[in-house]
């Protein structure tokens, strides 16, 4: 027997003993519902990139400003860590099922919001229903896909991509239609889409019991630090890039000379392929270990970063295409790793990981937009793609072995 296969066994029996659901059989149908809710919720979180140059000369923004709207939403992340606690131990299937609904009504009152403080209200209210969807969804994904976790991860980040991928062709097609007052009839999406998960979600069991009993302590948080703070550095590096291409590449477009369409489009492309990239990064981590996944995907995504920046027409829509596949084809490989190795504080562990993730790229997006509004959007994705590449030697550290880790 190899020492992976080892592993794996090793993995298994433990799993067993502790009352996971490592050693289930992947529920193809429940995670392809959690997959598809995430894909409506992220649809209207995907909103406001695109709306950001309307807002920007409609209010007089600066870049900046711009940003600090995109962290209103990012910002209540901080609260996942206390949810995903939460989530170990009670039923919480409340906060997913209502988690479209809630997106849905928020983001679809930006087209009627008649100052920057309506906004940003609405964007933290958003950010608050993000938060608790985000930190209760991976976990239940997980706990649903048994042995197979980079493909549960992969799928519920196709969902996440889906969204993004959907909701900026969205928008903009309905603006041009029917003006930014329209955008409130689109809620009625997310509504409908909470209640057909209500009807999918209502008979989907509970965690185990013994998952529920865990107690939070500091032995349970210091086994999972010295990972999450080698991960926030590296989520730190990585969002430079996410942020400027998530956040500023329609305004960025739109200071080229394209239309609001076409900026729309463009971001739909970039989350189109992220959609394909997130699939195969998560099932082929399965396969071939996190970090090689990783490092390809950092070596890759800088350099379409800049090949996008130095070319135009059809070359430029190819050298999109290949970046969304490469830069966010990571975060399915995070979450994997990150679950298979606190498999006891599941949705803690997922939930303290995106907060940081979710603040980092919160607080660098302004940091990108400042350095728009100083040097020029195009000098800050040229800045982006080299600091990506200064996330290698950290990537080096990350642990080698697909193995749970006792919390």
């Known amino acids: 027997m190899t020492e992976e296969t080892e592993d794996t ?18 529920e193809t149908g429940n995670v392809l519902t959690i997959a598809a ?28 400003e711009a940003g600090v709207l995109a ?23 409340p906060v997913v099922i209502l988690g479209p609904a809630v997106t849905a009504v928020m983001m679809s009152l930006l087209g009627i919001a008649p100052n920057y403080g309506v906004l940003a209200l609405l964007l933290t209210v958003a950010g608050i229903s993000r938060a608790g969807f985000h930190a209760v969804g991976p976990a239940a ?25 959907l909701g900026p062709i969205l928008v903009v097609s309905v603006v041009q239609i029917l ?13 409908l889409g909470s209640g057909l998960l209500y009807l999918r ?5 509970k965690q185990p019991t013994r998952a529920r009993q865990v107690p939070l302590s500091k032995q349970a948080l210091g086994a999972m630090a010295p990972l999450m703070l080698l991960m926030t550095g590296i989520v730190a590096i990585r969002s430079f890039m996410t942020s400027a291409l998530g956040t500023y590449l329609p305004v960025f ?46 070596l890759a995504a800088p350099a379409f970063m800049l090949l996008f920046l130095q070319v135009n027409g059809w070359v430029q829509v190819l050298s999109l295409f290949l970046l969304g596949l490469t830069s966010m084809s990571t975060m399915p490989v995070f979450l994997a ?13 997922n939930g303290l990981y995106l907060a940081l993730s979710f603040v980092t790229r919160s607080l660098i997006g302004v940091v990108v937009g400042a350095m728009g509004d100083r040097f020029g959007l195009r000098w800050a994705f040229t800045a982006s793609a080299i600091i990506m590449l200064l996330g290698l030697p950290l990537l080096w550290l990350l642990p080698g072995k697909n193995r749970a880790m006792a919390t």
Do not use: C, Y
């Not at 979600?201 to 069991?205: A, I, S």
């Open 9 to 26: 066994a090793r993995a298994s029996t433990e799993h067993q003993a502790d009352g996971s659901t490592q050693t289930t059989p992947f």
């Open 179 to 191: 003006g930014l007052r329209g955008l409130p009839w689109l809620m009625i999406l997310g509504l």
């Open 141 to 165: 994904a997980g706990r649903l896909s048994g042995r197979r976790l980079g493909r549960g991860m992969g799928l519920w980040m196709v969902g996440g991509r889906l969204g993004p991928t």
């Open 337 to 349: 790793l990150v679950q298979e190795r606190f498999s006891e504080n599941r949705a803690l562990a």
């Open 201 to 205: 979600l209502r008979d989907v069991p």
């Open 253 to 298: 477009l739109t200071e080229e000379g394209a239309d609001l369409w076409f900026a729309g489009a463009a971001l739909s492309v970039l989350h189109g392929a992220g959609t394909l990239g997130a699939l195969l990064a998560g099932a082929l981590s399965d396969r071939l270990g996190r970090r090689p996944i990783l490092l390809s995907g950092f």
């Open 37 to 64: 809710a995430h894909a409506v919720h992220d649809t209207f979180q995907g909103f406001l990139p695109p709306l950001l140059p309307t807002f920007i000369a409609n209010l007089s923004l600066s870049k900046a």
């Open 71 to 93: 962290a209103l939403l990012d910002m209540p992340s901080l609260l996942q860590p206390l949810i995903g606690h939460w989530a170990d131990r009670v039923d919480l299937r």
